[in-house]
Nanobody
Framework: QGRLVESGGGLVQPGGSLRLSCAAS????????MGWFRQAPGKEREFVAA????????YYTDSVKGRFIISRDSAKNTVYLQINSLKPEDTAVYYC????????????????WGQGTQVTVSS
């Protein structure tokens, strides 16, 4: 059974940066497309970014384009989300997820989920 564990969240000032990591264990996720989602207080979980298994294509929601970068290191079975120029509205729990059937922006297309890591942007 595969497991995803996020890390790297924390409290950061507006304009700051963080790098989130999603480490996979129990199985190799190198052939899975991977995504990051986030859920802000009182809101539904939303798509943030995704990367194909080959890392040849990436996708971002409009609000993070130019600020967030998704990447993966298959040798380490790890996916990253570099988040820059953080804004208070980026405050959320960030989740990584793995999709067996192909890349998607819809959370119900993802089969494995991590427990999330909190990102708080505040001065």
């Amino acid at each position: 059974q595969g497991r995803l564990v996020e890390s790297g969240g924390g409290l950061v000032q507006p304009g700051g940066s963080l790098r989130l990591s999603c480490a996979a264990s129990g199985r190799t996720f190198s052939s899975y497309d991977m995504g990051w989602f986030r859920q802000a207080p009182g809101k539904e979980r939303e798509f943030v970014a995704a990367i194909t298994w080959s890392a040849t294509s990436t996708y971002y929601t409009d609000s993070v384009k130019g600020r967030f970068i998704i990447s993966r290191d298959s040798a380490k079975n790890t996916v990253y989300l570099q988040i820059n120029s953080l804004k208070p509205e980026d405050t959320a729990v960030y989740y990584c997820a793995a999709a067996v059937r192909g890349i998607s922006t819809r959370e119900y297309d993802y089969d494995y989920w991590g427990q999330g890591t909190q990102v708080t942007v505040s001065s």
